[in-house]
């Protein structure tokens, strides 16, 4: 059955510094998102993504985040100086028209 | 927007027994989704079961179903014949056509042996 998958699992790095968080959704999906979930809270939305611009975003998504679809198979979430707070989970998700969006395993970004 | 709660923290049940999840939900739109996701220790999303608002007829999946009580807004998980494997959190989710999933809180599911 199709997956999608995210890489790296784990990511640690130190404040400031620049991390990029990929991503491959399903092959014949068209929506993207990236959601993040901090340690014992709800997942919260950051990002949807179609037709190789952004669709909608939340007022975490500032300027700090961008996300990019190099190719045709990635989709990429970078952090361009990260916070203490950047700390959580991210997950992308995709879904064709049917509407159900499925998740990535997730990257578990610790910033020290 | 859509908002989505879940009232029950955490909720217990016997192995075997059948425990029933509360989520009530509040959309503007008329065209929405709704959705139960899991999620065990390794923190990975798994859909449990998803209903659309248009359908009259409540979802079922096997041991899940829902309860969907769309002019209360309220989207109720039951989960009969628990298992030691269905022990996780669980959040209910909110979607209208083309946009973002909006999550409850979550509510953490311990299943006694």
């Known amino acids: 059955e199709p997956e999608v998958t995210q890489t790296p699992s784990h990511q640690v790095t130190q404040m400031g510094q620049e991390v990029i968080l990929r991503c491959v959704p399903i092959s014949n999906h068209l929506y993207f998102y990236w959601y993040r979930q901090i340690l014992g809270q709800k997942v919260e939305f950051l990002v949807s993504?179609?037709?190789?611009?952004?669709?909608?975003k939340s007022e975490i998504f500032d300027d700090q985040f961008s996300v990019e679809r190099p190719d045709g198979s990635n989709f990429t979430l970078k952090i361009r100086s990260t916070k203490l707070e950047d700390s959580a989970m991210y997950f992308c998700?995709?879904?064709?028209?049917?509407?159900?969006?499925?998740f990535g395993p997730g990257t578990r970004l610790l910033v020290l | 927007a859509q908002t989505v709660t879940q009232s029950q923290p955490e909720m217990s049940v016997q192995e075997a027994e059948t425990v029933t999840l509360s989520c009530t939900y509040d959309t503007s739109e008329s065209d929405y989704y709704l959705f139960w996701y899991k999620q065990p220790p390794s923190r990975q999303m798994i859909l449990v079961i998803r209903?659309?608002?248009?359908?009259?007829q409540n979802a079922t999946e096997n041991r899940f179903s829902v309860n969907f009580q769309k002019a209360a807004k309220s989207f109720s998980l039951k989960i009969s014949d628990s298992q030691l494997g269905d022990a996780a959190m669980y959040f209910c989710?909110?979607?209208?056509?083309?946009?973002?999933?909006?999550f409850g809180e979550g509510t953490q599911l311990t299943v006694n042996p």
């Open positions: 209903q659309e608002a248009y359908k009259q």
């Open positions: 998700a995709s879904n064709s028209l049917l509407e159900t969006q499925y």
């Open positions: 989710a909110c979607r209208t056509s083309g946009s973002r999933l909006t």
């Open positions: 993504f179609y037709n190789n611009e952004i669709s909608e």
